[in-house]
């Protein structure tokens, strides 16, 4: 029964490449959550997506970043032109379509802008 | 005020003591809360889920709420150097409609010594 599966687990990018960070959420979840982490910091919400869908985007910088998740495969997190800010760990969270609101989370991709 | 508050500790007990993992929230549309506990430099992992008010138990870890107070709190019995670790409350309203968004505390870093 396989988890939360995320990669890459480490991502190093030069300022101003882009990342792909991907998420694919475990079997039978179709709700998919991005969480950035800052060291000494909390989690913090950046996107909720549905298959093909943002339900909430709120927590997303408006420039740079975009999430999608295609019916298809997993769940993408882009950042274009990283700056070394874009610095934490990204982890994504997934969760059933019923009512359970429990979030089970990924192990994480640690990017490093140099 | 944020939403959800959380003392972030450190909290250093010996082996074999009662812990105690306190939140506090503004919200009183949360009905689900939840307690994760995060390992350093891993993904947060769900411990407790509960609906609206009472108790829960399961095994070493117990999770209450009391929502006339707006208080949640996970106590751990005979905790273990294993239990070291950043505890983080979360909480979603039963009225979010179509958005299941989890509203997280920071986090309390304890640390259980030998």
């Known amino acids: 029964n396989a988890g939360v599966m995320q990669n890459p687990r480490h991502l190093v990018r030069r300022r101003g490449q882009e990342a792909r960070l991907r998420c694919s959420p475990m079997k039978g979840h179709s709700h998919v959550y991005w969480y950035r982490q800052l060291p000494e910091e909390g989690l913090k919400f950046m996107v909720y997506l549905q298959k093909e869908n943002i339900i909430d985007e709120s927590g997303m910088p408006k420039e740079r970043f975009s999430a999608e998740f295609p019916k298809e495969g997993p769940s993408i997190l882009r950042i274009q032109q990283v700056v070394r800010g874009d610095s934490a760990a990204y982890f994504c969270?997934?969760?059933?379509?019923?009512?359970?609101?429990?979030?089970?989370f990924g192990p994480g991709t640690r990017l490093t802008v140099t | 005020q944020k939403e959800v508050e959380q003392d972030p500790g450190p909290l250093s007990v010996p082996e074999g003591a009662i812990v105690s993992l306190n939140c506090t929230y503004s919200n009183s549309a949360f009905q689900y809360f939840m307690w994760y506990r995060q390992y350093s430099r891993k993904g947060p992992e769900l411990l407790m889920y509960?609906?609206s008010s009472g108790n829960k138990e399961d095994g070493r870890f117990t999770a209450q709420v009391d929502k006339s107070s707006k208080y949640i709190s996970l106590f751990i019995r005979d905790s273990q150097p294993s239990d070291s670790a950043t505890y983080l409350c979360a909480m979603s309203s039963l009225h979010a409609g179509n958005n299941r968004k989890l509203i997280w505390g920071l986090g309390t870093s304890l640390a259980v010594n030998p």
């Open positions: 509960t609906y």
């Open positions: 969270a997934s969760s059933t379509t019923g009512g359970s609101y429990e979030q089970y």
